[in-house]
């Protein structure tokens, strides 16, 4: 018997499928002839547990860190111990095992670590799936290789896993029990990828506060030229005061120049326009949904996660959800129309926007070469019915259908037009622009555009018909939201200023992952480092003390940089993991080091910030060993440990 171990129900159900013989449903498997499929539900084995290495681990204690396990253990998820024992029963009548987890560094940890923790020693083939099309699915069963070539990828994505428990197990120790110490009562957790989310809004928040507004002046003038009327803004040479964005700071020179304007002739000195084409946005990546969707209707990143998996598991109505790409397989292409006139039939703004669509344009959105472990979001074609769907439902779904529909659209065209007048020998610049094909833009806003400036040619003149010096005044920066919060994780590399390490970054995924960020997000409230003040994330005195207790590097991205680093050489050179982890330890040891009660006190007592939940006394007295959150991740999701 051939067994095929899928990564999660719907790839299972998808390869069996595709096999020549009918598949019929046992627990936990599918039989098609002489193949068995059967399935992970995301991570079905975890880290163990450090007191499963010492049973004096169990008591939280300083002088047991750093916590360095010799031999790596991993323990069954309570609520994976059915599933697990299937596979333990299969393997028994197999004579070859194909792997078939998601084509990327943790959908090969996920399905191998059971195959190895199960003890299989028989052949394993590779099967690699990011198209769940039938036929997709039967080029795939017909090119699987040796797993042997992807036993890098494995230990890359192990010496991750283990990474992170070694970072989070022993510094949220560290923490926890100095901030006893100093008189704090309950976990302070920390973690290579939460850490530095809430120092992003920690610091964005001290930003906010520390603010100190500034006044600046602008002068705008009205000007007649042979093919209408436009506004003008004056641009202030350098000898004048100005600050880093070229705003003038003191009055007077506006003042004096707006009395002489009125009246005054000048000309077009420079005119610049370019034609602009701009094709349609991308089908949605989850990220990329998340932002849009907090944006427009106000839903949390966990809330569009959460519709999204309804979308996907209970109505079948979009493709698998927690996919980083925006891309889709080119297979996709030719089934297009009849998928999206089905999946759009029943809702008549989707009915307007299908009719609009021109299915003889194909876009870069398909695009095989840039199809990862999974495509992009689209519906699947199944006839959805909106009214049955709540309405967060129905709105996130249009927008999933809207974007792919979007790909058969022409692309938006523009002319920008840029135009510089010089007035009583000072310069004014207007801009302005003309569209000349809407294409895909209806479907996206109907926001009134800036209106076009009049017809115009360089050299001809001006007259000023009027003009005004309006006070201003800078503004902080914007606290974050949901959206804008998903959105600097995804562009980590912005916060960063080593040209190096902003370039890894970009490379890689940010900070999380698109399977994580929302979770990331919720844990940070449900530990009471950030709260929700009406759509703003702000963080609360706990958790700003906390970011300020800690080493700066340890609230910073830049850690994540140089592990991917290392990760990759690991994954695409085969190189040792072990300099990796000795020098995660040799960092880890410093961290550690660094932990101190009189600096936590401190911080703690310093810290600015929202009020958070209160700490419960009692909390842990028992056991020396502080309660800890519980993750409310569900059992068939994929775990990626931060």
Known sequence: MRLIIAEKPSLARAIADALPASARREEGALHAGDTVVTWCLGHLLEQAPPDAYDPAYKQWRLDHL????????????????????????????????????????????????????????????????????????QRALARMEDNSRYHALYRAAESRARADWLYGINLTRAWTL???????????????????????????????????PYPFHVLWADLTVSGGQLRAWWQPAESHRLDEQGRLLERPPAEALAARLPGAEGRLASLDARQKRQAAPLPYSLSALQVDAARRFGLSAKGVLDICQRLYERHKLITYPRSDCRYLPEDHLAQARRTLESACHSDATLQQWFAGADFTLRSKAWNDKKVGAHHALAP???????????????????????????????????????????????????????????????????????????????????????????????????????????????????????????????????????????????????????????????????????????????????????????????????????????????????????????????????????????????????????????????????????
């Open 178 to 212: 100095t901030g006893r110490q100093a008189g704090h009562d309950g976990v302070l957790s920390v973690g290579r990828v939460q850490t530095p989310v809430l120092g992003l809004v920690v610091r964005r928040d001290a930003e906010i506060r520390d603010f100190v």
């Open 380 to 642: 699947t074609g199944k006839p959805a019915d909106l009214g049955r769907l709540e309405k967060a439902e129905a709105d996130v779904f249009r927008l999933i259908a809207r974007n792919v529909l979007a790909q058969f659209y022409p692309a938006l065209e523009t002319r920008e037009v840029k135009a510089e007048f010089v007035i009583l020998d000072e310069r004014f610049r207007a801009s302005g622009q003309v569209l000349l094909q809407p294409g895909w833009k209806p479907l996206f806003t109907t926001r009134d555009e800036a209106p076009p400036l009049p017809p115009l040619s360089e050299g001809e003149a001006c007259r000023v018909t009027d003009c005004a010096v309006e006070d201003r005044e800078t503004r902080p920066p914007e606290p974050f939201t949901d959206a804008s919060l998903i959105k600097a994780m995804m562009n980590i590399a912005r916060y960063v200023d080593d040209p190096a390490v902003r370039r890894t970054l970009r490379e890689h995924d940010g900070l999380g992952t698109e399977a994580t960020r929302a979770g990331i997000i919720e844990t940070l409230l449900e530990r009471g480092y950030l709260v929700r003040c009406s759509k703003a994330l702000r963080a609360t005195r706990l958790g700003s003390g906390l970011i300020a207790s800690l080493p700066e590097a340890a609230s910073r991205p830049e850690r994540t940089a140089l592990w991917e680093q290392r990760l990759g050489a690991i994954a695409e050179q085969d190189a040792d993991p072990a300099p990796f982890m000795a020098s995660l330890i040799a960092d880890l040891q410093a961290l550690l080091a660094s932990a101190d009660a009189a600096r936590l006190r401190s911080a703690m007592a310093e810290a600015r910030g929202e009020a958070g939940p209160t700490v419960s006394a009692s909390r842990g007295r028992s056991s020396g060993k502080p309660r800890r959150s519980r993750s409310r991740a569900a059992p068939t999701r994929k775990r990626r440990t931060r």
């Open 66 to 137: 750093p916590i360095l396990p010799e031999r790596w253990k991993l323990a069954p998820r309570p609520k994976a111990r059915g599933q697990l024992a299937v596979i333990r029963r299969l393997l028994k009548g197999a004579r070859e095992v194909v792997h078939a987890g998601d084509p990327d560094r943790e959908g090969q940890l996920l399905v191998q670590e059971v195959i190895e923790h199960l003890g299989w020693k028989g052949p394993v083939s590779r099967l690699l799936v990011s198209d769940l099309n039938r036929p997709a699915v």
